[in-house]
């Protein structure tokens, strides 16, 4: 038989440029290569992960692999945009760079001088943050933040809050010990390859995963054990197995009192103003009792044995301590698994057994490591003792009202097993852990042509810290740090629209949009945020006056601004993955990363960054302008490499110094980014054994980091199960001290600020006797919310959205597959159609997110399934809650953190004749790019 | 009619781990990526920004749901990614008026000569897996290489010379090795986990071997574990009393 003779070695590429995906927050590192184009110069040919990088070890998910069709999407933006037409038109002209930075220094220079608060500066998804919220800083507005306050705050900050640091970004499990790794909610995106190779590396041992989410998708539909539990009921399920560990002795006593504020006696003086505080020295270190000498003692001195059982005597008041009121708290009846079985759609037997799996894990089958280390107190030990349980949880128990506290919970369930930083459990990746008291505060003082007085953003200890004006209304425009949600570490976003148009609690004058799709799928209340982007005042201008936007791609959200300044795409562009910012570390080494332009656009576009380096000196920021005035720093890159944020610590921690040989802290390398690019693109310097694990205890780790520039001096801390800044809250809302909250709110702070986690509903709120469906959205694994529709490829896996519903609403409903519904909820309704799906909480729908598109948008056809079949259930969620009759409007958040409560969403639902398309339908809106090729057919080699 | 060799020196094939593969589509694109600047024509895209948009794909991934039995049983959803088997009796090869289709001999590998593939369908409609695909702008007919241009390719480093899909999946779900040797890293896997041929009543003999999902919601019942949960006292003062008394101990 002849068989053909195959070139079986083909040249792979001309040229291998290594540097970071861009598809979604995990970062992977990625091998683009590079084929001489038809016109000699070189183009992308094939993208594949980077086997050395630490983030993804050469795997790549679907979006990054498809990163050839993103880099060639025809919804590009091609140059800067005036509008011509009214706002939602998406009628421009396209104008010269010269032209538009003109225009936007004409906007924003009185803005400046006046009143820099009347800009409002927010960046969606936004990767540079520490340089975005430098330039703010630089242009003295206290009105700036990221998407994080409508996404997943709650986990961050109750993390940070409970033990310095939370999931994902802030620490992994330790995949190659644990046994038994538990996952909360929908976090099939946060984050997304080393969560699936983790995954794949425990299961190939054997270890067990249990999944907790109402919908049996991904990551859940390969666990062993699935747990179909009420959307919004995870913190009582962890409530209730907390009771059983409890009742059962199950805990670490040990761990719990060297490492945590168990032992640390509470203040017992009912009704004064330190009642439930934390006992503390003159230096205001927290007092706990000795055990070995029965004694008052700072919890930190040499030898001191804290005692979880001790009470304390003084002036005929018995304190006693935290760990007595965990008792009193948990061991009450309201948590045995009986009583929450019902509300959690989980039997009880089950939740026994699941709290009993983990015991048995925890404490049968712990091991040791022979890894001697020394801890803060500077006991010796001659081993690590694992505890191979582990957890992951993302947005899926943060977006709900009682997400906060919920998050809490899930921390607590950790450290009562004594699972966090120990062999087998959760790791935190540097600079983490860092405690809450470690970060900054958050800064609102607005001083007209000056810079604000500090970070926007930061952690409150009280009410002392929140950002209110002299005359108690709120500093910022999203309101956050003030009495509605005190603890708003990352803003609040998705409130700043709503707020401006309102013009409470004041009028802003410029809106500075980065990557944030707020007339689509990014706001809650679509049609809502439209209409006040539109609305005109009785002078005939639009309420909110100036809208400034910067996207590389013709999102929703171009047609509804003024002035367009278009970004590159991720190859073609710099950017730091830093240390400063959101960091890409292991749970062994520190780890950062840039992004090169690894080709040149072929557009009249710059990179967002780049930009505000040129605006920044046109504005005369300081930050951003030499002595003599001129521009500070050419480009990103030029930052990126000269901007030291303290001496010697700047964006990026590797190849420092003037020879390129230092981490961490060192000179300004004028080389760095070629050593970068040398080195694959990023930077990893590894923990020495025996630093990495205790971190926050172990006295060589302290060393290790403030080595690495990411502590100023040893800090280790106790974990707070007892949240002290929560109490302080709840004691102003009791009437003590000079920063009291409005009348209407004392209550709710009262209750929802338990300084130890709880759990409460807000199914009532949400209208549940009308409205007993919940409705929930994930993000698909193969795309990046609203990015992956233009994409060519990935469009062809998920082209539009049915609702997903349980087998039982089918029934009842008398729907079949392919019919349509009409799905209420108080705000709005919808009409959609519909699939089966039986892995699936017998009362919850779902669809995946941001499919549903603008007719207009991305560049795709009028008549492409994503405007026609696809859909949002953006439209049936408000940012405030319904009336409730009290004449107040209740936001639709967290009122510990005003995290955007999007899982809390109830709906009903009813069979719909089916119309032509999906309803609510919208105008087309006019494609300032065009549309794209019909077919495609390339290959970039010869 | 095209015949098949006798036997071939390598059975090279794919085992696919049903037990951890979530679902995620990267298998799907890099293969796309990788096919469409390598091997023969570019796998193109038809109404790629419109309606009705398709491109060809020589790797897809299906998902179904499973009912167990049991009353109460929870429904179960399996990720089931789909390309060429590269069956030792491949009906598409015998199938095939040109000659184009064939399977290599050294490596067991079923390709499409391009340049001899008339575009007629017939192996497509042969196959009982659907895992063959005309491409709509060249009209010749598309399947998995097993990126054979990658696999024995000089110009990669040894660790790359594997198909992109092995190579990129997230989870470790693909492994890839010669099936035909039985000491071979796949075949020991495809033993130790009971890997299965795709529909072997069609009598094609796969090659590529899928690994079941490991039995699901199957964690023990709560009373075999009660010991586990064996209340210290009854009452919160019996708590403190035994929290003493382990303290004393520890």
């Known amino acids: ?942 | 009619m095209t015949t098949l060799p006798a036997q071939t020196d390598k059975k090279l094939g794919l085992v696919i781990d049903l037990d951890t593969c979530v679902g995620c589509h990267a298998c799907v694109i890099s293969c796309k990526g990788w096919n469409t600047e390598n091997y023969g024509a570019p796998l193109s895209d038809q109404n790629a920004y419109g309606a009705d948009n398709s491109g060809t794909f020589l790797n897809r991934v299906h998902s179904f749901e499973v009912q167990p039995q049991a009353p109460d049983a929870a429904a179960q959803l399996i990720h089931f990614p789909k390309s060429c088997l590269h069956c030792e009796d491949a009906p598409c090869v015998t199938v095939c008026p040109t000659g184009a289709s064939y399977k290599r001999v050294e490596d067991g590998i079923v390709l499409v000569n391009e340049s001899d593939c008339i575009g007629c369908g017939l192996c497509a409609w042969a196959c009982p897996y659907g895992a063959r695909e005309l491409d709509q702008a060249e009209d010749v007919m598309k399947k998995c290489t097993l990126c054979v241009d990658r696999i024995y390719n000089e110009n990669l480093p040894e660790e790359d010379r594997q198909p992109a899909c092995v190579r990129t999946c997230p989870a470790g779900a693909r492994h890839f090795g010669d099936l035909g040797d039985p000491d071979s890293d796949v075949s020991q896997l495809v033993a130790e986990r009971g890997g299965m041929d795709l529909m072997p009543e069609q009598g094609t003999k796969p090659v590529n071997k899928y690994l079941p999902p490991r039995p699901k919601d199957a964690m023990p019942e709560f009373d075999v574990l009660a010991p586990f949960l064996e209340p210290v006292a009854q009452e919160p003062k019996g708590f403190l009393g035994w929290l003493d008394k382990t303290l004393e101990k520890l």
């Not at chain 1, 220079?109 to 330039?135: C, I, M, Y």
């Not at chain 1, 999931?167 to 390859?193: I, R």
């Not at chain 1, 009880?348 to 020394?374: G, Q």
Request: proline share 7%.
């Open chain 1, 1 to 942: 038989m002849n068989q053909p003779v195959l070139d079986l070695s083909p040249k792979v590429s001309d040229e291998v440029r290594k540097t970071t995906c861009y598809m979604c927050a995990c970062r992977c590192g990625i091998n683009v290569h590079m084929k001489d184009g038809p016109d000699g110069k070189k183009q992308v040919a094939y993208i594949e992960g980077n086997k050395d990088h630490p983030v993804n070890q050469g795997v790549l998910c679907a979006k990054g692999s498809a990163g050839i069709m993103q880099v060639n999407a025809p919804s590009r933006l091609r140059k800067p945009l005036k509008r011509v037409g009214p706002r939602g038109s998406g009628e421009f002209e396209e104008i010269e760079w010269d032209e538009a930075l003109k225009l936007a220094t004409e906007w924003l220079e009185p803005v400046r001088r006046d009143n820099p608060e009347k800009l409002a500066f927010f960046t969606g998804r936004d990767q540079s943050q520490s340089f975005t919220s430098f330039w703010a800083q630089n242009f003295g507005t206290c009105n700036y933040a990221a998407h994080g306050g409508f996404c997943s705050v709650n986990m961050a900050a109750a993390g940070i809050y409970t033990m310095g640091g939370a999931f994902w970004e802030f620490g992994q499990p330790d995949w190659d010990h644990t046994k038994l790794f538990m996952l909360f909610g929908v976090a099939e995106d946060h984050d997304s390859n080393p969560i699936k190779m983790g995954i794949g590396k425990i299961k190939k041992r054997g270890a067990r995963v249990i999944g907790v989410n109402p919908i049996r998708t991904g990551y859940n539909a390969v666990a062993d054990d699935w747990v179909g539990i009420t959307p919004g009921t995870d913190g009582l399920f962890i409530l209730a197995m907390i009771h059983c560990l409890m009742k059962a002795g199950k805990m670490d006593l040990n761990y719990l009192a060297q490492y945590t504020n168990a032992p640390v006696l509470v203040i017992n003086n009912p009704g004064a103003a330190d009642h439930g505080l934390l006992m503390r020295d003159g230096n205001g270190k927290e007092l706990v009792i000795d055990r070995a000498t029965g004694k008052l003692t700072p919890f930190d001195q040499p030898g001191v044995k804290p005692d979880l059982a001790a009470t304390y005597e003084k002036d005929g008041q018995t304190h006693r301590p935290v760990f007595h009121q965990m008792a009193d708290m948990y061991l009450d009846d309201q948590y045995a698994p009986e009583n929450v079985a019902d509300r959690c759609g989980i039997p009880a037997d089950r939740i026994r057994a699941i709290a009993a799996e983990l015991a048995r894990v925890a404490f049968e089958e712990s091991f040791e490591l022979d890894h001697a280390w020394t801890d803060f107190r500077g006991e010796k030990h001659d081993k690590m003792i694992g505890r191979p349980v582990s957890f992951h949880s993302m947005r899926g128990i943060s977006a709900h009202a009682n997400g906060f506290q919920t998050c809490r919970a899930l921390h607590t369930l950790q450290i009562i097993l004594g699972t966090v930083e120990v062999p087998g459990g959760f790791r935190f990746k540097p600079p983490y852990p860092k405690p809450a008291t470690a970060h900054p505060k958050p800064h609102c003082k607005v001083t007209p042509d000056t810079p604000l007085d500090g970070p926007h953003l930061g952690f409150v200890h009280g009410p002392e810290d929140l950002a209110l004006k002299d005359d108690g209304s709120p500093a910022r425009i999203d309101k956050a740090f003030t009495w509605e949600n005190p603890m708003s570490s990352h803003g609040l976003m998705h409130m700043v629209i709503s707020n401006a148009y309102a013009g409470d609690p004041y009028k802003i004058d410029v809106l500075f949009m980065y990557m944030a799709n707020m007339s689509w799928n990014s706001s809650m209340n679509t049609r809502g945020v439209i209409d006040m982007l539109t609305d005109k005042d009785e002078n005939g201008e639009y309420v909110i006056p100036k809208l400034i936007y910067s996207d590389a791609y013709s999102s929703e959200m171009v047609a509804y601004s003024d002035l367009v300044l278009p970004d590159t795409t991720y190859l073609e562009r710099h950017d730091c993955i830093s240390l400063l910012d959101r960091p890409i570390c292991e749970a062994d080494a520190a780890a950062d990363a840039i992004r090169w332009p690894v080709i040149e656009p072929d557009r009249d576009v710059k990179g967002f960054q780049s930009m505000l380096c040129e605006l920044g000196a046109m504005l005369k920021l300081p930050g951003f302008t030499n002595e003599d005035g001129s521009q500070k720093y050419a480009d990103y890159g030029d930052y990126i490499v000269n901007h030291e944020r303290k001496p010697g610590i700047g964006p990026l921690a590797g190849f420092r110094g003037e020879n390129g040989d230092q981490a961490g802290r060192g000179a300004v390398n004028p080389n760095q980014l070629d050593r970068y690019i040398e080195n694959g693109g990023f930077f990893v310097e590894h923990i020495p054994a025996g630093a990495n694990y205790y971190k926050p205890w172990n006295a060589a780790y302290q060393d290790w980091a403030v080595g690495m520039g990411l502590y100023d001096s040893p800090q280790p801390y106790l974990f707070s199960l007892y949240s002290e800044p929560m109490r302080k809250f709840q004691l102003a809302a009791e009437g003590h001290g000079d920063r009291q909250p409005p009348e209407h709110l004392r209550t709710r702070i009262k209750e929802k600020m338990s300084p130890l986690p709880i759990w409460y509903s807000s199914e009532e709120e949400n209208q549940v006797a009308d409205f007993p469906v919940t409705a929930l959205t994930q993000r698909p694994m193969a795309m990046y919310h609203s990015w992956g529709s233009q994409n060519a490829w990935l469009r062809q896996l998920h082209g539009h959205n049915p609702l997903y519903l349980p087998t039982k609403l089918m029934r009842e409903n008398g729907l079949a597959d392919g019919d349509w519904a009409k799905v209420t909820s108080p705000h709005g309704e919808i009409t959609v159609p519909v699939l089966e799906m039986a892995a699936l909480n017998k009362n919850t729908v779902w669809t995946w997110n941001a499919i549903g598109k603008r007719k207009g948008a991305w560049a795709l056809e009028e008549n492409a399934p994503e405007a026609t079949r696809g859909f949002l259930l953006n439209h049936l969620i408000h940012e405030l809650l319904p009336p409730k009759g009290d004449g107040l409007r209740w936001a639709n958040s967290d009122p510990i953190t005003g995290q955007a409560a999007w899982f809390d969403l109830k709906v009903r639902i009813e069979k719909a004749p089916a119309p032509d398309e999906s309803k609510p339908g919208f105008d087309a809106i006019k494609s300032p790019v065009g549309k794209g090729p019909k077919d495609l057919k390339w290959k970039v080699g010869k």
